[in-house]
């Protein structure tokens, strides 16, 4: 998904994600895949730390099948309407050809395309 750098420190975090849930033993293979790869040593010849971690929950979702995966789930919602930025908190109920489905108690059930969302992030709630 996506991945940063520090030279200084010679670390090299990667993130990733799927629909599916990803275990430690998929992360353990990425990471002996990239450290086999030999980029590691084209990149930092010097050596390097590398960590391979899934994305938090305080990520902001950008790709279509982390709104699949995540209906159901409360989520914070910025997103452009008529030129104008607007805020809702909402439960995704649904997601289908890039229109996410959802309700909250002011609105009750409403749609918002995917190309007006600016940033959603899920709620984390605890029972």
Not at 29 to 45: H, M, V
Not at 59 to 64: H, K, N, S, V
Not at 95 to 100: G, R, T, V
Not at 110 to 125: D, M, P, R, S
């Amino acid at each position: 998904m996506d991945m940063n750098e520090d030279p200084h420190k010679g670390l090299l975090r990667c993130f990733v994600d799927s629909e599916a849930s990803i275990s430690l033993d998929v992360t353990t293979t990425i990471a002996k895949s990239i450290r086999n790869s030999g980029l590691l040593e084209t990149i930092f010849p010097d050596g390097a730390s590398l960590e391979v971690t899934t994305l938090g929950l305080s990520e902001p979702l950008t790709q279509p099948f982390q709104y699949r995966k995540n209906v159901g789930r409360l989520m914070n919602l910025t997103y452009d309407k008529k030129g104008y930025r607007k805020h809702a908190e909402a439960e995704l109920v649904g997601f289908k050809d890039s229109i996410l489905f959802l309700k909250n108690e002011n609105k009750g059930h409403f749609q918002l395309a995917l190309e007006n969302i600016l940033q959603a992030k899920i709620i984390v709630q605890f029972n």
